[in-house]
C-alpha cells in the first residue's frame, strides 16, 4: 500500500467524488455541490452555494407582526405576537416583554413568568384557516319552526313536534347575519313577554321556581333572562358585550309592561362561580379567596405539591413550566384523583380515590395535623373560622344574637368591610356576627367580620381552639370542615 497517498488522493481513487456528482444531480442535494475537488484543500468545510440556505430562513420570513390577546375557554389571557405573510398568518410566537408589565401600584412582574404561551397559542392560527371553522351563523331547524310558529308553550307535544326532546337527530341549517339577530330578538322578547305579571309567575310556580325567587323578579320577565361571559370572554368583549347586552333590556322591560325607565329591570347578570360553579362557588367564603391563595410562581420554590381538583399539566398549560421547574428542584408531587390522568404520570405518589370522597380524606389529614399540632397556631386564630363556635343541636355557626340578649352591632365606616369590600349595614345584619370563646375571661366574646389578624391581637380577645361543651351552654369547638 502506497504510504504517501494523501488525502485528495485517497477522495479520487475511492469514488467519493464520483458519488458526490452523482448526489448533486438530486435536486435536494444539488446546493452542496462542491465547483471541483482539485481546487480545495478541504471540499467538507466549503460551501460555494449557499442559496439553500434561503429556504430555510423563507419558511420564517414575514411582513409585519401584531400583538393579540389569546383567550380560548381560559383564564390565563396571554399576550402572543402574529407573524404575518401575505394577509396570512404564517406562525404565532410570544411577547418577550412580561417584566414590564405592572399594576397600578407599579409592581412589576418577574420576567420568570414566561413563557406565557402554551400549544394551544401556538396552533390558535390553524383554527382561524381551519376548514371546519364556522363562518356564518346556523341554526337548529326545529328551533327555528318553533320561533317560526310564534314560541309557542313548550308541553310534551311541543317538545317533541319540534325535537326540545331530541335535539341530537336534528339539523342545523345557515341563516343570514340579519336573520340570526332578528330571531335573538324575538326570544327575548317572547320569554320576557311569556313571563312578566303575574299569569308569568304562576307559570314559574308551575315549573318548581321557589317563592323568592319569583318575589325578587318583581313582575319583570327579563329578569328571568341571565347572561354570563364565558371563561373566553371575561375580558373586554365579556364585560362590555354580553353584561352591556344584559343590562339593556330595560329598555325591553318598559317596551312590555310600560313602566318607567327609572322603575325597569334588565337581565340577571352571572358569573362564572355563582352560575355554574366552575371554581367553587363556596370558596370565597370561607378562604376569602377564589382558589387563588398564591401565585403560580411560588411553585417552584415548593418542596411538596399536592395536586387535588387542579391539574396543572393539561388545565394550566401556560403556568405549567412552574411545575416543571418544581420537579427540576427536586419537589415532591403528589396526585389526588380517581383517574390515573396526566398529572399523576409525574406524581411521587398517586393516591386513587372514590368521586366525592376527597372531603373525608382532608378531613382526615386535618385530624392528624390537629392531633399533633402541625399548625401555626397564632395564624389559626386570627385568618381561619376554627375558632368560631358552633352549636350543637344543628351544628351552624352560633350567632352572638343567640347568646347576648338585645345584641346589636354595627361597623365603622372606614372598615375594612364597608371601605373595601362594600358591604352594606343591611347585608351586615343579615349576616350577623359570630362568637368565640376567650382564653383569657374564660366566657364567650363576639366579633365582627372585621376582627381578624392584627386587629383580633389588639381587641384582647384570645380565641381557644379547643373547646368542649362544659361551661359554653350550647356551644362546642368548631370542627374542621365545618363552615
Known amino acids: 500500500m502506497n504510504s504517501n497517498l494523501n488525502r485528495r488522493d485517497f477522495i479520487k481513487r475511492s469514488g467519493l467524488v464520483g458519488a458526490g456528482i452523482t448526489a448533486a444531480q438530486m435536486l435536494p442535494l444539488r446546493f452542496l455541490q462542491a465547483q471541483t475537488a482539485d481546487d480545495l484543500e478541504n471540499p467538507l468545510a466549503h460551501y460555494p452555494n449557499r442559496e439553500w440556505e434561503k429556504l430555510y430562513r423563507n419558511q420564517y420570513a414575514y411582513d409585519h407582526t401584531f400583538s393579540w390577546v389569546c383567550a380560548p375557554n381560559d383564564t390565563h389571557n396571554c399576550r402572543i405576537t402574529a407573524h404575518v405573510r401575505n394577509g396570512v398568518i404564517v406562525r404565532l410566537g410570544e411577547e418577550y416583554d412580561i417584566a414590564t408589565y405592572s399594576d397600578i401600584y407599579g409592581n412589576k412582574a418577574t420576567s420568570n413568568w414566561g413563557n406565557r404561551h402554551c400549544a394551544k397559542g401556538y396552533t390558535f392560527h390553524r383554527i382561524l384557516y381551519g376548514p371546519y371553522r364556522l363562518k356564518h351563523p346556523i341554526v337548529r331547524r326545529g328551533w327555528k319552526r318553533w320561533a317560526d310558529a310564534g314560541f309557542p308553550e313548550l308541553t310534551a307535544e311541543v317538545k317533541a313536534k319540534y325535537l326540545f326532546d331530541s335535539r341530537g337527530t336534528d339539523k342545523f341549517e345557515r341563516i343570514t347575519w340579519e336573520d340570526a339577530f332578528t330571531y335573538i330578538a324575538k326570544a327575548m322578547k317572547a320569554i320576557a313577554t311569556r313571563y312578566s305579571g303575574e299569569a308569568g309567575a304562576k307559570l314559574l310556580t308551575a315549573q318548581g321556581y321557589p317563592k323568592e325567587m319569583i318575589d325578587d323578579m318583581g313582575g319583570a320577565g327579563t329578569r328571568t333572562i341571565k347572561m354570563r361571559g364565558g371563561m373566553g370572554l371575561l375580558g373586554v368583549l365579556g364585560k362590555y358585550g354580553m353584561y352591556r347586552l344584559c343590562n339593556s333590556l330595560a329598555l325591553l322591560d318598559v317596551h312590555i309592561r310600560g313602566v318607567k325607565h327609572e322603575e325597569a329591570k334588565a337581565g340577571r347578570i352571572w358569573s362564572n362561580y355563582t352560575w355554574h360553579g366552575d371554581q367553587a362557588p363556596g370558596h370565597p367564603w370561607v378562604h376569602g379567596l377564589q382558589n387563588s391563595e398564591c401565585d403560580f410562581n411560588d411553585l417552584r420554590n415548593a418542596k411538596l405539591i399536592v395536586m387535588n381538583g387542579k391539574n396543572l399539566v393539561e388545565n394550566k398549560m401556560a403556568d405549567a413550566h412552574w411545575f416543571v421547574e418544581s420537579m427540576e428542584r427536586g419537589a415532591k408531587i403528589v396526585v389526588i384523583a380517581p383517574e390515573y390522568g396526566a398529572p399523576s404520570t409525574k406524581a411521587d405518589y398517586w393516591i386513587p380515590v372514590r368521586p366525592a370522597t ?47 340578649a338585645g345584641y346589636k352591632s354595627s ?26 370563646w376567650d382564653a383569657k375571661t374564660a366566657s364567650p366574646k363576639a366579633i365582627t367580620r372585621d376582627v381578624v389578624g392584627k386587629t383580633l391581637e389588639r381587641s384582647g380577645i384570645d380565641p381557644q381552639l379547643d373547646v368542649g361543651t362544659e361551661g359554653t351552654g350550647s356551644a362546642t369547638r368548631q370542627r374542621p370542615g365545618d363552615d
Open 358 to 404: 376527597d372531603a373525608a380524606l382532608w378531613l382526615g389529614v386535618t385530624k392528624v395535623m390537629i392531633d399533633n399540632k402541625w399548625y401555626d397556631e397564632g395564624f389559626i386564630k386570627q385568618f381561619t373560622d376554627f375558632p368560631l363556635l358552633i352549636r350543637s343541636d344543628n351544628l351552624k355557626r352560633l350567632r352572638a344574637a343567640e347568646v347576648f
Open 411 to 436: 361597623l365603622p365606616e372606614d372598615s375594612p368591610s364597608k371601605k373595601v369590600q362594600g358591604l352594606t349595614d343591611e347585608q351586615h345584619q343579615k349576616l350577623g356576627d359570630f362568637v368565640v
